[in-house]
């Protein structure tokens, strides 16, 4: 789920809380606020930017299986897309973000996109 937050502080991070199960596992990047993910249940790893670290083999089985690179795909996707919307209201920007999600897991562009939304629209 996507949702703008007024402000990224450990006290509103904490609305995540009932949309993920406990024991799932979290892959961040260090982020200050990510910190007390442990103490809510979650399975936490981390990779360290600042030490050039990209991806990591926590097992030693030359599987690098702590990354973040989904996620920052997604933001970076999203930002792009955005862009040339300029000047979207606050009001607005849900509908935008749900549209986007929608398009991001659907894995569709382009005139394919048609269908699966009419489903879900009918739905």
Same mark, same amino acid.
């Given at each position: 789920?996507?949702?703008?937050?007024?402000?990224?502080?450990?006290?509103?991070?904490?609305?995540?809380?009932?949309?993920?199960?406990?024991?799932?596992?979290?892959?961040?990047?260090?982020?200050?606020?990510?910190?007390?993910?442990?103490?809510?249940?979650?399975?936490?790893?981390?990779?360290?930017?600042?030490?050039?670290?990209?991806?990591?083999?926590?097992?030693?089985?030359? *599987?690098?299986? =702590? !990354?973040?690179?989904?996620?920052? %795909?997604?933001? /970076? @996707?999203?930002?792009?897309?955005?862009?040339?919307?300029?000047?979207?209201?606050?009001?607005?920007?849900?509908?935008?973000?749900?549209? *986007?999600?929608? =398009? !991001?897991?659907?894995?569709?562009? %382009?005139?394919? /996109? @048609?269908?699966?939304?009419?489903?879900?629209?009918?739905?």
């Amino acid at each position: 789920m996507v949702e703008r937050l007024e402000n990224v502080r450990q006290t509103t991070i904490s609305l995540i809380m009932p949309f993920i199960a406990p024991g799932t596992r979290g892959y961040t990047d260090e982020y200050d606020i990510d910190h007390r993910l442990p103490e809510w249940g979650f399975d936490y790893h981390t990779v360290c930017h600042s030490r050039g670290e990209y991806a990591c083999d926590e097992d030693g089985d030359g *599987f690098y299986e =702590v !990354y973040v690179n989904t996620a920052e %795909g997604f933001w /970076l @996707l999203l930002r792009s897309w955005l862009r040339p919307h300029r000047g979207i209201s606050q009001e607005k920007l849900p509908l935008y973000l749900g549209f *986007f999600q929608f =398009v !991001y897991n659907a894995c569709i562009c %382009g005139k394919g /996109l @048609l269908s699966p939304l009419l489903e879900f629209l009918v739905a």
